[in-house]
């Protein structure tokens, strides 16, 4: 679903907390690329169905937004930045009417690359409900 991928990217580009955090718009879809400096923010589609309740099309989605930093401190309070930016707000989807966001599940893990380097990766998986506007 593009269009609230593009609204949690907004949602999360406008947040001056988070912005400062990262040093700047270092957001992306899937995965930090290789040439990119850390700290970063991934923003990945989990899962969603197509409610299918009433005449009305709603979807129910569930988006992973992270930090992936250079220690398990630095994700966590980028983390905490991404949660203020999204948990309880209403986006702008275009189409769509967003009534529900929330952070569903909380995840932190370290990983280490081939060359022995370890990154911490920290957020949590968020509920995105919409209906056709």
Known sequence: MNAAGSAIYSALAG???LIAALGGTAIWFSVVP???ALPGVVI???SGIEENLTPTRSVNLVYQVKAVAATAYQAGQ???QIDSALHGT???V???GNFWTVRESILQYLEIDPAGHTFGHAGGEYRI???SA
């Open 94 to 96: 275009t189409g769509w």
């Open 129 to 131: 409900r919409m209906a």
């Open 78 to 80: 980028i983390a905490d």
């Open 44 to 46: 990945n589609l989990a």
């Open 90 to 92: 209403t986006l702008t």
């Open 15 to 17: 947040h001056a907390g």
């Open 34 to 36: 290789r040439d990119k």
